[in-house]
């Protein structure tokens, strides 16, 4: 059986499985969340909202920046994270598009 690579996929789809990757852990939707939540940009505060030493909540930041969900801007000495709105739009659109043809009626899938 042949591997697959990413260039037998679309950039789309690559992207999409890039932003479901750095999805995949619980803290960085809890980190997704409290910047939604607060709309505006945090530097310290994430740690103190969630139970995870700063070490680990700077890793899970550095994944959701790395796949472009975050934006980090340095502020002095500190970088303040806010949510990257086009790529949290354009990840919307994409489920939309990807779940838009599920409406199989067999009755397996019932």
């Not at 697959?4 to 999805?23: D, N, P, R």
Request: glycine share 6%; aromatic share 4%.
């Amino acid at each position: 059986m042949a591997t697959a690579t990413a260039e037998a996929f679309t950039s789309e789809t690559v992207q999409l499985a890039a932003w479901a990757k750095a999805l995949g852990h619980p803290a960085r939707i809890a980190i997704l969340q409290t910047l939604a939540e607060r709309q505006t940009c945090l530097c310290g505060e994430i740690v103190a909202e969630l139970p995870l030493a700063q070490a680990t909540v700077s890793q899970h930041l550095k994944a959701l920046k790395e796949a472009g969900l975050i934006e980090g801007h340095i502020d002095g000495p500190r970088v303040c994270y806010c949510p990257n709105r086009t790529a949290l739009n354009r990840l919307h659109e994409v489920f939309e598009e990807l779940f838009s043809g599920l409406n199989c009626t067999c009755a397996c899938c019932s």
